[in-house]
């Protein structure tokens, strides 16, 4: 079972590094980092750097595509390399799962058009226009289409997807070996439950469809 994650410069590094670390643990999976072009690619700080040792060209029929967001989705929006090999490989994929602003690539690539879909909250009522349908949920499914909302939910999604993939032993004894077990400190992870003036905040600084770093 071969499990694509797609890196683009400048992405978030959970939202690929999260599900990487659960899927990485499936019974004969094979998890690949792929881009335009192999090689290193920084994510959206530039400070840390994932090798993608395969051109997406050379892994054109994957079970799984799973593509991350960050800020350089701003630059992925428009057709081009990416979106060809997304709808390709998207006609042989068991699952299409993105996280984050992920799906907003997705979208434009028109794998989502009519389908339920969540993204980074900041990011959710721009998938109507792209054609999906926006859901305000952590993980959405819609047949193979999996979506996962902002950055640490894409370990949900993962998990979740593990236990369709190979059964809910499984993915509980994946998430007892990373010990995910999340007892945050603060109660500030949803836009409905933060202090009104940290979503306010985030509000003016959004990068969401701009690049602009946060």
Same mark, same amino acid.
């Given at each position: 079972?071969? $499990?694509v994650i !797609?890196l683009?410069?400048?992405?978030?590094?959970l939202?690929? !590094?999260?599900?990487?670390?659960?899927l990485t643990?499936?019974p004969?999976a094979e %998890?690949v980092?792929a881009?335009e072009?192999?090689?290193?690619?920084a994510d959206e700080?530039?400070?840390l750097?994932?090798?993608?040792e395969?051109a997406?060209a050379? %892994?054109?029929?994957?079970d !799984? /595509?799973? !593509?991350?967001? #960050?800020?350089g989705q701003h630059?992925?929006m428009?057709d081009?390399?990416l979106h060809?090999? /997304?709808?390709?490989?998207?006609?042989?994929t068991s699952w299409t799962?993105?996280v984050c602003?992920g +799906?907003?690539? /997705? *979208?434009?690539?028109g794998?989502?058009?009519g389908?339920?879909a969540t993204?980074?909250?900041?990011?959710? #009522?721009?998938?109507?226009?792209? #054609?999906?349908i926006p %859901? *305000?949920e952590r993980?959405v499914f819609d047949?193979?289409?999996?979506?996962?909302a902002?950055?640490?939910s894409?370990?949900?999604?993962a998990?979740? /997807?593990?236990g369709r $993939?190979?059964?809910?032993q499984? *993915?509980?004894?994946i998430?007892? #070996?990373?010990?995910?077990?999340?007892q945050p400190p603060?109660? *500030?992870?949803?836009?409905?439950?933060?202090?009104a003036e940290?979503?306010?905040?985030l509000? +003016?600084?959004?990068?969401?469809l701009?690049?602009r770093p946060?």
């Amino acid at each position: 079972m071969q $499990i694509v994650i !797609v890196l683009f410069d400048r992405f978030t590094a959970l939202d690929a !590094v999260g599900p990487y670390q659960v899927l990485t643990s499936l019974p004969g999976a094979e %998890v690949v980092f792929a881009a335009e072009h192999p090689g290193p690619i920084a994510d959206e700080v530039g400070r840390l750097t994932l090798t993608a040792e395969a051109a997406l060209a050379d %892994v054109s029929h994957p079970d !799984v /595509l799973l !593509v991350p967001g #960050g800020p350089g989705q701003h630059d992925q929006m428009h057709d081009g390399p990416l979106h060809e090999w /997304l709808r390709a490989a998207d006609q042989t994929t068991s699952w299409t799962t993105s996280v984050c602003t992920g +799906s907003l690539i /997705l *979208a434009a690539a028109g794998l989502l058009t009519g389908r339920r879909a969540t993204s980074y909250w900041l990011a959710l #009522g721009h998938l109507e226009q792209y #054609g999906a349908i926006p %859901v *305000a949920e952590r993980v959405v499914f819609d047949e193979k289409y999996v979506t996962a909302a902002g950055v640490s939910s894409g370990i949900d999604m993962a998990l979740t /997807l593990a236990g369709r $993939i190979a059964g809910d032993q499984t *993915a509980q004894a994946i998430q007892l #070996g990373i010990e995910y077990d999340p007892q945050p400190p603060y109660d *500030a992870g949803s836009p409905d439950r933060a202090p009104a003036e940290i979503v306010t905040r985030l509000q +003016s600084r959004s990068r969401i469809l701009t690049g602009r770093p946060t």
